[in-house]
């Protein structure tokens, strides 16, 4: 998939992506356990009026050439979602890394405060966690987002990116939380909920009550037993 595919699936607007997203998540994770766990419908996010916020920041987020083609839709997936519940206020703008760039542009990528989600395996420095199944490392001014490819389906890594991005906007893990509890759940409902953004709001200094977030069972105002 080329760099304009890839633009082309994280810029489209609209709510009906947003709700293809989380149907994609909800039904491969109810196909990874055999079981359809969830009505699709009763997830959604809410739409509040777009922030025209003359104080918008970009982040630029650099995707591995190595991810193919359906790899870097579900990442996709994942960055356009977090579009919309920031709401304006900050954008993630995606950017396909060149596939002969250097760990030296990459470096220089990150000094002026980009984000690169790399793809590594289990092999890679970053794997030393063997529970983990991605690793964020970085700051404000940038970083790495390495993601363990040979210890998740293809199918987790939107959920997976999801709760990567909550990290790299500043929220930690919840363990009475959804997306952001610290250990991956493949029945959970996979879209950002409002707990993971109130810890985004207040990381970025954004206003919670025109951010959006995910609604609906067992999310109880954002908040959801993860065991």
Same mark, same amino acid.
């Given at each position: 998939?080329?760099?304009?595919r890839l633009?082309?699936?994280? /810029? ?9 997203a989380?149907?994609? %998540?909800? /039904? #491969?994770?109810?196909?990874? #356990?055999?079981e359809a ?12 009026? %777009?922030a025209?916020?003359a104080?918008?920041r970009t982040?630029t ?7 193919d083609?359906?790899?870097r ?6 960055l356009?979602?977090? *579009?919309h519940?920031?709401? @304006? ?5 995606p ?10 542009? /990459?470096a220089?990528?990150r000094?002026? @405060? ?5 793809k ?17 490392v @970085? *700051?404000r ?16 890594? #939107? ?19 959804h !997306?952001?509890?610290?250990?991956y759940?493949?029945n959970?409902?996979h879209?950002i ?11 970025q200094? !954004?206003? !919670? ?6 609604v @609906?069972?067992? !999310?109880?105002?954002?908040?959801? %037993?993860y065991?």
């Amino acid at each position: 998939m080329r760099l304009t595919r890839l633009v082309t699936v994280l /810029m489209a607007s609209g709510l009906a992506l947003l709700a293809l997203a989380v149907a994609l %998540s909800l /039904m #491969t994770a109810a196909a990874a #356990t055999g079981e359809a766990r969830y009505d699709v419908s009763a997830y959604r996010y809410t739409d509040r009026p %777009s922030a025209a916020a003359a104080s918008a920041r970009t982040l630029t987020v650099y995707v591995d050439h190595d991810f193919d083609a359906t790899e870097r839709e579900r990442i996709g997936l994942a960055l356009q979602q977090w *579009n919309h519940v920031l709401n @304006g206020f900050v954008r993630l703008r995606p950017v396909l890394l060149p596939a002969d760039a250097s760990d030296r542009a /990459m470096a220089q990528l990150r000094r002026q @405060g980009a984000w690169i989600v790399a793809k590594v395996d289990s092999r890679h420095p970053a794997a030393c966690d063997r529970g983990a199944l991605a690793m964020t490392v @970085g *700051n404000r001014g940038g970083g790495f987002v390495y993601v363990i490819a040979d210890r998740f389906a293809v199918r987790d890594l #939107t959920a997976v990116m999801l709760h990567e991005i909550g990290h790299v906007l500043g929220a930690g893990h919840d363990p009475q939380g959804h !997306l952001m509890a610290p250990v991956y759940d493949g029945n959970n409902g996979h879209c950002i909920d409002r707990a993971a953004v109130s810890m985004v709001a207040s990381a970025q200094r !954004l206003p !919670l009550g025109q951010l959006n977030w995910c609604v @609906g069972p067992g !999310l109880d105002g954002g908040r959801m %037993s993860y065991r």
